[in-house]
């Protein structure tokens, strides 16, 4: 029996896929490599057919992402799992690297690490999350949810304390689940890249709606369900009003940046979305994002970002700055 | 490996929860019981402790029971699944015999046995539910609900889950009929006369039971339109689909209208039965046209009579 399982779901992307069974097989010595593909038309089953030591799972109907990871989780036989995109790389050994820093922590049921965003022209960035947090992480991953999800390797039976993933909150299924899991367990965080996580092209429309979709799914799950979460709903009133706090003012400033990039962009519907988004669901944090933004050294990092044209590096340096 | 792995989802009934475990064991000669317990605060996992030989899985926060059967599928090992509820019970060698069956069926997802009503002490009410045998057909028997399948009387193999998906958390009380109607889409279903089973009966007239069950058929026949969804249905002739439509908010009225006339008025419970006409007009609303539900109604409303009489759909 092998000691990890490795997850990958794919839909219609056999171009990409094989890449990342192979980097999948790389990852550890003893690996499960499961593929779930969800309902794919194309010839993802014949390809799969062709590639050796791996255990191809094909569901009739499709499930969404997070449905087509539960079935991997039913399938698999490993102590450890780990879930792959059908686009994104494992680098080699990370994952003996990460149940390695699981074994030295027996009660810690989850240990992630950083992804190394590299966007469509194959360019990398820094890696992601710059910081990792270790031990109960639950307040501040309330907050924002920093945890890579393909770099995540968790302890099977853990799944059984907090139930599955729910494949009816699509998109923040990993962070709900993430959620559960550091609710109750102490998580291992290991500052090194284990992963390389192809991005959608930042600047096309489509990816920049999802993100307003995305802050929009994010707020009301914080609202209708971590509020009533028993860990938060226990805390005292100031402690749920500070873990507020800190997630409305991480999405204003995202939708703030939107709303900012789609003005350069002369997209003035994107901006209105953003802004609208921002009004809506965090109008309290409206005031403190430019304060925290109209310090020198933000500035002076977003000017300089922006004189050079790289608009995704000038924003994370300056959102570095501005929480420094 | 084991053959049958039986899931038992539980939550606070620490005291049931023995009979159900050892109807289990006993169904069976390679049997793997998980008994999954819903975050239950009370003795359950003292009580589950002392119980041998089986797989005790504790859930910390409430997942429903669909949540704890999934979680149950997730750490069963074995070919085949049986779902028993810790207040029903397992006859002995049920589970053998219709393992058997799907032995000699592969191209079969689960085999449906027939069921022994009984009240709360598990005493035979000396009714059996047989399902009829739907043949072909069980997929669109099954959205018309002229099939039922309860999830005590049924073994379902376990890759039909890596096929069809889950159970469905968010339906809570129908998500067996979902999950049984996705299988009977892509696999053929087999039906044993032999009974496999205790179904402990919900006390008959609580007025909670009644007012959830018109609740439950209000979800089903919103779910039914979900369900149209899947390749087989979406890619049938709008005839079929209007046909199976017609004939499922038929069957859930009537028996709407049934239950109030025939169990609810007789004992002067006003407030259900209103209920149930309510919600029958409701998914019904052109029913008036086919005025032998209400014909009933009425007679039991004046002659205030009859005989308590139970039929399931």
């Not at chain 1, 989780?73 to 102590?79: D, I, M």
């Not at chain 2, 998906?165 to 999950?179: E, F, K, Q, V, Y």
């Not at chain 2, 014909?295 to 009859?306: A, C, D, P, S, V």
């Amino acid at each position: 029996m092998a000691t990890v399982s490795i997850i990958i779901t794919t839909h219609q992307r056999p171009d990409r896929l094989p890449a990342a069974i192979v980097s999948a097989q790389s990852a550890s010595q003893d690996v499960e490599v499961i593929v779930v593909d969800d309902a794919s038309t194309d010839e993802t089953a014949d390809l799969c057919a062709s590639i050796k030591g791996i255990r191809y799972v094909r569901v009739e109907r499709n499930q969404g992402v997070a449905g087509a990871r539960n079935i991997g989780l039913v399938a698999s036989r490993g102590e450890f799992i780990s879930f792959l995109d059908d686009d994104d790389l494992r680098l080699p050994n990370s994952l003996d690297e990460q149940i390695e820093a699981l074994s030295h922590a027996p009660e810690a049921m989850l240990c992630y690490a950083q992804a190394i965003p590299e966007d469509a022209g194959g360019k990398r960035q820094t890696p992601f999350p710059e910081h990792c947090p270790q031990g109960d992480i639950f307040w501040e991953l309330l907050a924002q949810n920093f945890i890579p999800c393909t770099s995540v390797v968790f302890r099977r039976s853990c799944i059984g304390r907090v139930g599955l993933l729910d494949h009816h909150r699509n998109r923040i299924d990993d962070w709900d689940l993430w959620l559960r899991i550091a609710e109750i367990f102490p998580v291992v965080g290991l500052s090194k890249p284990v992963v390389i996580w192809r991005q959608p092209t930042p600047t096309s429309a489509q990816g920049s709606s999802n993100t307003v979709e995305l802050i929009a799914l994010a707020t009301t799950h914080f609202r209708h369900n971590c509020l009533r979460m028993p860990r938060v709903a226990q805390a005292s009133r100031r402690e749920r009003q500070q873990a507020w706090r800190a997630f409305s003012i991480n999405f204003a400033e995202h939708l703030a940046w939107e709303a900012f990039r789609g003005l350069c962009d002369h997209k003035l519907g994107r901006a209105f979305a953003s802004t609208r988004t921002l009004l809506r669901l965090h109008p309290d944090a409206v005031l403190r994002v430019p304060r925290r933004w109209m310090r020198f050294s933000t500035i002076n990092a977003l000017t300089r970002g922006l004189r050079r044209g790289d608009l995704e590096n000038a924003k994370s340096k300056f959102k570095h700055m501005a929480r420094t | 490996m084991p053959r049958v792995s039986v899931i038992i989802p539980t939550y606070e009934r620490p005291l049931l929860l023995r009979r159900a475990v050892e109807s289990a064991q006993a169904a069976g000669s390679d049997i793997e019981v998980i008994v999954v317990d819903d975050a239950s605060i009370d003795d359950t996992a003292e009580a589950c402790q002392q119980l041998n030989g089986i797989k005790y899985v504790r859930v910390e926060r409430n997942q429903g029971v669909a949540g704890a059967r999934n979680i149950g599928i997730l750490m069963s090992t074995a070919e085949y699944v049986a779902f028993l509820d810790d207040d029903d019970l397992r006859l002995p060698g049920s589970l053998d015999m219709q393992a058997d069956l799907l032995d000699r069926h592969p191209g079969a997802g689960f085999v449906c046995g027939a069921m022994i009503m009984a009240n709360q002490d598990y005493e035979p009410t000396c009714e059996v539910v047989r399902a009829k045998d739907p043949g072909a057909d069980a997929f669109w028997k099954l959205l018309e609900l002229e099939f039922p399948v309860m999830p005590l009387c049924a073994l379902i193999r376990k890759e039909c889950f890596l096929r069809v998906g889950l159970l469905n958390p968010r339906i809570s009380t129908i998500d067996d009929w979902d999950i049984f109607t996705r299988i009977a889409e892509i696999y053929s279903v087999l039906v044993t006369p032999e009974p496999v089973g205790i179904y402990r009966q919900p006390t008959p007239l609580s007025g909670q039971g009644s007012s959830a069950r018109a609740a439950q058929l209000e979800r089903v026949t919103r779910h039914q339109l979900n369900l149209f969804r899947l390749p087989r249905a979406a890619t049938a002739s709008p005839v079929r689909r209007k046909q199976a439509r017609s004939r499922m908010i038929r069957r859930i009225s009537e028996n709407l209208l049934w239950t109030a006339a025939t169990r609810f008025i007789p004992k002067f419970q006003f407030k259900p039965a209103l209920r149930n006409v309510w919600t029958a007009l409701r998914i019904d609303p052109f029913g008036f046209i086919r005025p032998q539900g209400y014909q009933k109604l009425i007679k039991h409303l004046i002659l205030r009579t009859g005989v308590i009489r139970r039929r399931t759909i």
